[in-house]
Antibody
């Protein structure tokens, strides 16, 4: 069974840092692009970043460029999102999602909540 | 970034109704469009990809159509379990962008 499990969320002060993790199981993690997608409380979905199967390509939404870094460890079947210089507007549930070819987001994790507040 | 605009923002319909949600892209995206359903407190669920391909396990009452800038998601006969918010997303270019969502309520 395909599973994606996010962790690492929590309360952080503005300007602080946090590292999210996404643990994958039930499939060959190293063969898939993976994305981070976030959802602010009561708001819609926002695609944040994604990374190629071998980690050689990464893409970001403009609002996080230079502050967030997506990475992966295929030996550990894990995806990461290093979030620096956090702002109140980064407050959201963060999901990791798998891309199966043209089927973007065929599996999602349950999400982890990040709250940026003083 | 490509803007995705959905309409309506919300709708209420009865079981058995035919429901259509539209999504318009600010520029052509060929057929690189997906539709998702999200129910309260849950992660989104992929329904349709490449504008009209039904994701495995999704009931056949869901269908998608369109290409270029105009797309539709149709539920042929609404069921009670179809409540939730529906989102379109383009993946023609980065950054991928979502529509603002359409909240579907069952009367």
């Amino acid at each position: 069974e395909v599973q994606l499990v996010e962790s690492g969320g929590g309360l952080v002060q503005p300007g602080g840092s946090l590292r999210l993790s996404c643990a994958a199981s039930g499939f060959t993690f190293s063969s898939y692009w993976i994305s981070w997608v976030r959802q602010a409380p009561g708001k819609g979905l926002e695609w944040v970043a994604n990374i190629k199967s071998d980690g050689s390509e990464t893409y970001y939404v403009d609002s996080v460029k230079g502050r967030f870094i997506i990475s992966r460890d295929n030996a550990m079947d894990s995806l990461y999102l290093q979030m620096n210089t956090l702002r109140a507007e980064d407050t959201a549930v963060y999901y990791c999602a798998r891309d199966q070819g043209a089927a973007k987001g065929d599996y999602w994790g349950q999400g982890t909540l990040v709250t940026v507040s003083s | 970034a490509i803007q995705m605009t959905q309409s309506p923002s919300s709708l209420s319909a009865s079981t058995g109704d035919r429901v259509t949600i539209t999504c318009r892209a600010s520029q052509g995206i060929r057929s690189y469009l997906a539709w998702y359903q999200q129910q309260p407190g849950k992660a989104p669920k992929l329904l349709i990809y490449l504008a009209s391909s039904l994701q495995s396990g999704v009931p056949s009452r869901f269908s998608g159509s369109g290409s270029g800038t105009d797309f539709t998601l149709t539920i042929s006969s609404l069921q009670s379990e179809d409540f939730g918010t529906y989102y379109c997303q383009q993946y023609y270019s980065y950054p991928r962008t979502f529509g603002q969502g359409t909240k579907l309520e069952i009367k």
